[in-house]
């Protein structure tokens, strides 16, 4: 022990940069490791704390050519018939709808803005609800409802929430059931307020899809035989329910694990996702950083060999055992490494304090993830052994006679196996710089690509329950004469994968479309130009049905026709396809629908500014007017390139985190060239110094060392290349529209790394170049 501490102090005295930048990078790659493990636990548990999550299934169902999770209500009713395998069914209506509530205390109103979805009873049957005052049995009862522990905390303190009244904006008041422990992010289901559904709510509405279906079955591997049976033996009239019917005259449904929900790439629905590609790279990526880490700390102490070779020689002749010294430097880097581990939880706790911190969805606390904690203090260990076994064998295994000669380091094995390792270290920067460049430019892209209408100086704000005085609202917002039409619309474009999807009639058949109420300005307020037909018209309004204007996509895959009827719905004109869904999905057949005398409320405003106008000023213009007509609606206004890129926050935040890593691990990667590059230059410090002795300049010797790094940069190139572009192709698979596969972005990755490695190659041996010769030799004597 006591030659541990010895050799760890001098260690200390003789090589601070050295050891300085071993407990750097170790900390920084532990840091890393730790973050990066904490959020594939968040994603890879997500459901998973529900009681039997395996025995969970989502039913999906399919129109045209995706998945859906928005099933009709009569259709799920069937399905919840046709087995007794199915312990449980539950419906629920979606997302949850925001509502503003409020209670009276001493007859003061507090205003709140919640989420409120409606669900069967069932659903708390099926999901486990953790209830701190009632039962699960509460929405039996129509009046009743359920409140997560936080809302109940926010509305009545510390007081007991059941029986007491909760009264919607909307009208009502509901009694609070029960109060359920708030479920943790990493799930599909919300902490929201829950009502029962409505017990005839269409009911008997095959085409009406708007309900998400969720069952629980005796045994996970009968789901497979549920849907089989089902198709099978489920048959309605083609006048009943038509669109259910395929070419095997069956349902075009599936059932879906819970746990899987969250990786789901090929159905539409607002559950929060994660791609297995991208997760698969952030594991990639913490493994990378890891070996290279460990590659790089071998390599520091193989490099420090010819200095402390010396030193653990004369311990050999004052009769130290070789086993004695071996073990000594082992421990000395697993000393080295718990110390970088301790380092590393100080780097995530400034982590979780940082803004950085937004890129990651999962709790950082150390004390929410004990078990990562104790398995990164074990993976330092491991990380300390096997990396101090080779330099600890390596540093005593030469004779005497052979140190003297200070030849130990340049045996065509050792320098094989430095070349290797250098080449890896190349090899995991040129991936990562592509890998992550091109996440870049998919995101880059996704945000900024036309999207087919005029989003340029336009704000949205939901305007809730001023809906109705939309007419006085406008007026009053273009009394500033820097607004140059307010308009509205049932949805807000571009801010979901899907929206809501109708199965129609038309010429005999059925067919399926997405449609967005809006007013008759929204057109030409948002610059959407009519390629066929007409635009909407303010008269359009007094039209018994309303009227629908449909996009190409539409019109040529469910064949429509100019003034032809849509389920009585006229249609008007055609649009060329707009990006009115992400650019993760397709263009869908989707049409803007007017309704007539039925009025839609649209909820969401539009406001679109002139050019120039000074926006902190229009911005406090329409705050001022929203205020006017309700003080305590808790409106949001944004700038539509915000609502683009809220739609992305996922894959932004995971593009920025894998960014930011590859940036470590390339830190990580050039530490450990720089270490490479001390050792061969310490061992060739003689070589050098008799080429200077024979005339060679000191340019020339460092060209000479630039050129043998430069052949392993490019073999290595050859490698990585193609494997960086397989990878990234594999996860723009994700996206329907996605960036071109530009050559350039090799181009980059080879002259980054070059230009790293020239400058670090150039630093160390100019030093050791401009030595005088003479003890440069006399060193290596």
């Known amino acids: 022990m006591i030659l541990i501490f010895r050799n760890l102090i001098s260690v200390a005295r003789r090589f601070r940069l050295a050891m300085t930048l071993n407990i750097l990078g170790l900390s920084v790659a532990f840091a890393a490791f730790m973050v990066i493990m904490i959020q594939l636990n968040y994603d890879f548990s997500f459901d998973k704390f529900h009681k039997d999550d395996d025995k969970i299934f989502r039913l999906e169902f399919k129109r045209r050519d995706f998945w859906q999770n928005a099933v009709s209500r009569p259709l799920a009713e069937h399905f919840f018939e046709s087995s007794p395998h199915i312990v449980v069914g539950a419906i629920g209506g979606g997302t949850p709808i925001k509502s503003f509530v409020y209670v009276e205390n001493d007859g003061v109103r507090n205003f709140y803005e919640e989420g409120a979805m409606s669900v069967s009873s069932e ?30 905390r926010k509305l009545f303190g510390k007081e007991s929430a059941v029986g007491k009244q909760i009264i919607f904006e909307s009208g009502g008041s509901q009694t609070v059931g029960a109060v359920y422990h708030d479920f943790p992010k990493n799930t599909v289901v919300n902490n929201c307020i829950y009502r029962q559904i409505p017990e005839n709510d269409n009911k008997y509405n095959w085409n009406f899809f708007s309900y998400q279906v969720f069952l629980r079955v005796n045994h996970p591997s009968n789901a497979s035989l549920l849907v089989d049976h089902f198709k099978r033996n489920f048959d309605v009239q083609a006048d009943y329910a038509p669109n259910f019917r395929n070419e095997e005259s069956s349902v075009n449904i599936r059932l879906t694990a819970l746990p899987d929900i969250h990786f789901l790439t090929d159905v539409l629905d607002s559950s929060p996702k994660a791609s297995r590609q991208t997760l698969m790279i952030l594991s990639v990526i913490a493994i990378v950083i890891l070996v290279m880490a460990a590659i790089n700390f071998t390599n520091f102490s ?51 304090i940082s803004p950085l911190a937004s890129l990651v969805d999962a709790d950082l606390s150390l004390g929410a993830n004990p078990m990562i904690v104790v398995a990164m203090v074990f993976v330092a260990i491991l990380a300390g052994f096997f990396a101090g076994v080779y330099p600890a064998y390596f540093a005593t295994s030469f004779a005497p006679a052979l140190v003297l000669k200070g030849s130990f380091g340049l045996s065509p094995k050792g320098k094989k196996m430095r070349n290797t390792l250098i080449g890896v270290q190349f090899f995991a920067s040129f991936t990562l710089i592509i890998a992550a460049t091109f996440m870049y430019l998919q995101n880059h892209f996704m945000q900024n690509s036309p999207l087919g209408y005029d989003s340029n100086d336009l704000i949205t704000v939901d305007v809730g329950r001023i809906r109705e005085s939309r007419d006085a609202l406008s007026h009053q917002l273009k009394t ?58 303010q008269e359009d309004a007094n039209s018994q049905q309303g009227v629908f204007i449909a996009n190409e996509t539409a019109r040529k895959q469910l064949n429509l026709e100019l003034n032809t009827l849509l389920f009585d719905v006229e249609i008007i004109g055609f ?24 009025r839609m409320t649209g909820r969401y405003a539009y406001i679109k500014l002139i050019p120039g106008t000074n926006k902190r000023a229009a911005m406090s213009h329409i705050r001022s007017t929203l205020a006017e007509f309700d003080a305590n609606y808790p409106f949001e206004l944004r700038f539509f390139d915000e609502v683009v890129q809220r739609l992305y926050e996922k894959e932004r935040a995971l593009s920025s985190l894998i960014s930011l890593f590859s940036l470590l691990a390339i830190f990580i990667s050039i530490v450990g060239v720089f270490g490479l590059v001390v050792f061969d230059s310490e061992c060739r410090r003689k070589e050098i110094g008799i080429r200077k002795v024979f005339g060679a300049s000191t340019m020339g010797i460092i060209l000479m060392f630039n050129k043998a790094y430069f052949k392993i940069l490019f073999i290595f190139f050859v490698i990585a290349a193609p494997l960086a572009w397989y990878a990234v192709n594999r996860w ?24 790293i490695t020239v400058c670090t190659v150039t630093f160390q041996n100019w030093r050791v170049a401009n030595e005088d010769p003479v003890k440069s030799i006399m060193k290596c004597e």
């Open 575 to 598: 649009i060329p396809d707009i990006k009115f869904a992400s650019f993760r999905v397709a263009v869908e057949p989707m049409g803007f629908l007017m309704t007539g005398n039925q």
């Open 732 to 755: 723009l698979e994700n996206f329907a529209y996605k960036t071109p596969m530009y050559w350039w972005v090799y181009l980059l990755a080879l002259v980054a790394v070059g230009i």
């Open 302 to 352: 193989t490099a420090l060999t010819p200095m402390r070779i010396r030193s653990i020689n004369t311990q050999r002749v004052l009769g130290v055992h070789r086993n004695t010294i071996r073990f000594a430097l082992v421990a000395e880097a697993v000393f080295i490494c718990l110390l970088s581990c301790l380092v590393a939880l100080f780097f995530v706790l400034l982590f979780k």
């Open 480 to 537: 500033y004469s820097g607004i140059k039409e307010v308009t509205f619309g049932g949805n807000l474009l571009s801010s979901a994968d899907a929206y809501t999807g109708m199965g129609v009639p038309y010429r005999g058949e059925q067919i399926i479309y997405q449609f967005l109420p809006v007013e008759h300005t929204f057109l030409d307020a948002l610059g959407i130009e009519v390629s066929e037909g007409r635009g909407f018209r």
């Open 123 to 152: 659903f708390t049957d099926v999901f486990t609800f953790d209830f701190v005052e009632g039962s699960k049995d509460a929405l039996k009862t129509p009046e009743n409802i359920i409140i997560p522990l936080s809302l109940s």
